[in-house]
């Protein structure tokens, strides 16, 4: 059984701890109050019955209830997921990276290869070049970025748009190549990879950043700009992790 279901389980443990967390603020705000059944046992809302006469019921239960909502938790969770960030900024880029990476890489074999049972291995791998490299590279990156070029005009945008795009992208990407291949033990075949797969990469690369990071770069504030950058880098890393992991084609004797 393809154990892709293992990353479920883990996902839906956070969203538990999320869930929970919520409804442990909610509570000491007092926005989660009993409320006190008619003389006919009806609980709060829909709640369900109450006992008889004097019973309670949350009205966080049943369908009826004012329970916890999508919209409501996920500006919870947003609010936090803020609040950690502007707290421990690299910690929280990098295990946002690192996640999204890891996620990329499992719908990578899954989807797009098709295999039978997940390469733990290799998906650990990429996680970790999210968390260790990744994510503390584009931090450093894009506050190096804005302080080489700090004015918020279209030129300013057009500036770090083309030292992003065509200074960083390249370097980043044999990077990226070359620590993966290194880490699955095959280093002699960085040369070989680079030439077969770099430039396409890298022209992917400016159809899909150039438009992006325009806007990132136009319109999100600087210590957002990873989790901007966050946005559609889950598809990304699908691409990246299939292209990362073709193998290589035999040489033409």
């Not at 880029?93 to 990578?108: F, M, Q, R």
């Not at 968390?131 to 300013?156: E, I």
């Amino acid at each position: 059984i393809c154990r892709l279901r293992v990353a479920t389980a883990a996902m839906r443990a956070a969203f538990g701890r999320v869930t929970r967390a919520w409804t442990r603020h909610t509570r000491r705000k007092g926005t989660f109050r009993r409320k006190a059944s008619g003389g006919g046992g009806t609980g709060g809302g829909s709640g369900g019955g109450g006992g008889g006469g004097g019973g309670e019921e949350s009205g966080a239960q049943g369908p009826g209830g004012s329970g916890l909502d999508a919209f409501t938790l996920a500006t919870f969770a947003w609010k936090r997921y803020l609040h950690v960030l502007e707290t421990h900024p690299v910690t929280t880029k990098a295990v946002t990276t690192g996640a999204l990476n890891g996620l990329g890489d499992l719908l990578s074999q899954c989807v797009f290869e098709k295999n039978s049972c997940i390469d733990v291995n290799r998906t650990t791998r990429f996680t970790l070049l999210g968390l260790f490299f990744v994510g503390p590279a584009l931090h450093a990156w894009y506050q190096v970025l804005n302080r080489l070029v700090p004015s918020p005009l279209l030129r300013g945008t057009l500036a770090r748009l083309a030292l992003d795009q065509f200074a960083f992208a390249p370097v980043f990407i044999s990077s990226i190549f070359t620590i993966l291949l290194t880490a699955e033990g095959r280093p002699q075949e960085v040369p070989g990879k680079l030439k077969q797969d770099f430039k396409e990469t890298l022209v992917t690369n400016w159809k899909v950043w150039i438009p992006f990071q325009f806007l990132n770069f136009k319109l999100v504030p600087l210590h957002l700009q990873v989790a901007g950058a966050n946005a559609i880098a889950l598809f990304w890393n699908v691409y990246i992790s299939y292209t990362a992991h073709k193998e290589l084609e035999p040489k033409v004797v």
